[in-house]
């Protein structure tokens, strides 16, 4: 996979570069191709959740977390080593870094343990803030400056998705709510280099080497886990655990990162916005939990913030 045009590449192109690109289908222009990989990714990881719950009933959280981070490892690794990937430069290795503890090890460790004591559902609406924390966090570290209607727009989305929280919860967020609203935190952070490094090295790479860098930890934690936790090895278990490896931790972070490389971390993490109410009809589909009745409506104020967010200039 090559590595994404930047998109200062666009200034410098021909006037038949720029006439093609204004009469080229949406799907087919570069914006296009990011904005359709950015949304693959948020459908991978719109079954994160539900692929959490599955394993949850035959292992324990740490043995959850570890073995999909291994498991992901052995994948990414194999990827690199048969395609004879040099390592990154050495300037690049801080953020990767940022990425293995965000991605890798934070965000899921802190969701895992949030699950216990949070539906599924629950859990999908307040991570459902991830877009604006990463947005702000695009903002602080790359010094982007999205448009005031970008903003206006996003608040709007978060207000409403915490809105929706906080009604689901009785207004009193609990250990599982800190939880999530840490793994906020550290999942932004993540992203945000990520996008950042999926300028300079393909997607699969960026997520690649924060596997691989992992690896001393998670395979150590694993071993731990597996000698101290319950393991009960059920379909749902496998199926989830093998999702949680191959389609949320390494497939889906690789196209999330190309697409964010095409139309920038702030943009990109909007389309985030529709990643909760996907989990909840995936909650209902697949865990049998009961979709919350203010749903549709959230389901309508986001998408619409989603389409605002799209269309502003940052």
């Known amino acids: ?21 204004t009469t080229a289908p949406a799907g087919r222009t570069p914006a296009g191709r990011g904005a359709l990989l950015a949304g693959l990714g948020v459908a991978s990881f719109s079954l994160t959740f539900p692929g ?12 959850v977390v570890m073995l999909r981070s291994v498991l992901a490892a052995a994948l990414a690794g194999s990827a690199l080593a048969v395609l004879r990937v040099r390592l990154p430069e050495r300037r690049h290795w801080a953020g990767i870094a940022v990425v293995a503890g965000g991605v890798v090890l934070g ?5 895992t343990l949030a699950l216990q004591t949070s539906t599924t559902s629950h859990a999908a609406v307040v991570v459902g803030l991830l877009p604006l924390t990463t947005a702000a966090c695009s903002a602080l570290r790359t010094g982007a400056r999205p448009s005031r ?5 996003s608040l709007v989305g978060a207000a409403v998705v915490l809105g929706f929280a906080v ?14 609203f840490a793994a906020l935190l550290v999942c932004a ?3 945000t280099e990520g996008g950042r490094l999926a300028r300079h090295m393909p997607g699969w790479q960026v997520i690649g080497w924060a596997l691989v860098l992992c690896l001393p930890v998670t395979v150590t934690g694993a ?7 319950p393991l009960r090895l059920t379909a749902h278990a ?4 093998l999702w949680l490896a191959a389609g949320s931790q390494f497939l889906g972070l690789m196209v999330w990162y190309r697409g964010m490389a095409v139309i920038g971390v702030s943009k990109a993490s909007q389309l985030q916005l529709a990643q909760p109410l996907l989990t909840l009809v995936w909650s209902v589909l697949l865990l049998g939990e009961r979709l919350p009745p203010a749903a549709p409506l959230t389901a309508l104020a986001v998408l619409a913030c989603i389409v605002v967010t799209q269309r502003a200039r940052g």
């Not at 959490?52 to 324990?60: D, I, K």
């Not at 209607?149 to 727009?153: D, P, S």
């Not at 496998?238 to 655990?241: F, I, K, P, S």
């Open 107 to 111: 965000f899921p460790l802190l969701t």
């Open 149 to 153: 209607t970008f903003w206006v727009a």
């Open 52 to 63: 959490t719950a599955w394993a949850l009933e035959g292992m324990g959280p740490w043995t």
């Open 238 to 241: 496998v199926t989830g655990l």
């Open 223 to 229: 071993a731990v886990a597996l000698s101290t936790e």
């Open 167 to 180: 009604q689901q919860s009785g207004g009193a967020p609990g250990r599982g709510d800190l939880l999530l």
């Open 1 to 21: 996979m090559n590595a994404p045009a930047p998109s200062s590449a666009t200034a410098v192109a021909g006037p038949a570069t720029a006439a093609s690109a």
């Open 189 to 191: 952070a993540g992203y």
